[in-house]
């Protein structure tokens, strides 16, 4: 069993910033990546950011500059920093873990967490 757990999403000001983590618990043996998703209403889910188990970072280019994606090993927790936050990043975000080595294998999803920026 694999489970990920998300928090740190809520309603924040356009201008702010918050912090997403994601806590990886179970018997994941290998993770190819790591990354954050994001779902808005009407919209398709989409890449926010991503980092593969040999430290590579993806961006969307809708957040890059402005988000930041980093790992603690040792606590099996992924982060996605996020500043300069805007209406359009109002979504449900997901934490994604692809598991395998070398190539992609089985994907496991967190529930979501609701970030809303609004004034």
């Known amino acids: 069993q694999v489970t990920l757990v998300e928090s740190g999403g809520g309603l924040v000001q356009p201008g702010g910033s918050l912090r997403l983590s994601c806590v990886v618990s179970g018997s994941l043996f290998s993770i190819y990546a790591m990354g954050w998703y994001r779902q808005a209403p009407g919209k398709q889910r989409e890449l926010v950011a991503a980092v593969t188990g040999g430290g590579t970072t993806n961006y969307a280019d809708s957040v890059k500059g402005r988000s930041t994606i980093s790992r603690d090993n040792a606590k099996n927790t992924v982060y996605l920093q996020m500043n300069s936050l805007k209406p359009e990043d109002t979504a449900v975000y997901y934490c994604?873990?692809?598991?395998?080595?070398?190539?992609?294998?089985?994907?496991?999803w967190g529930q979501g967490t609701q970030v809303t920026v609004s004034s």
């Open positions: 994604n873990v692809k598991s395998g080595f070398g190539m992609p294998g089985r994907d496991y």
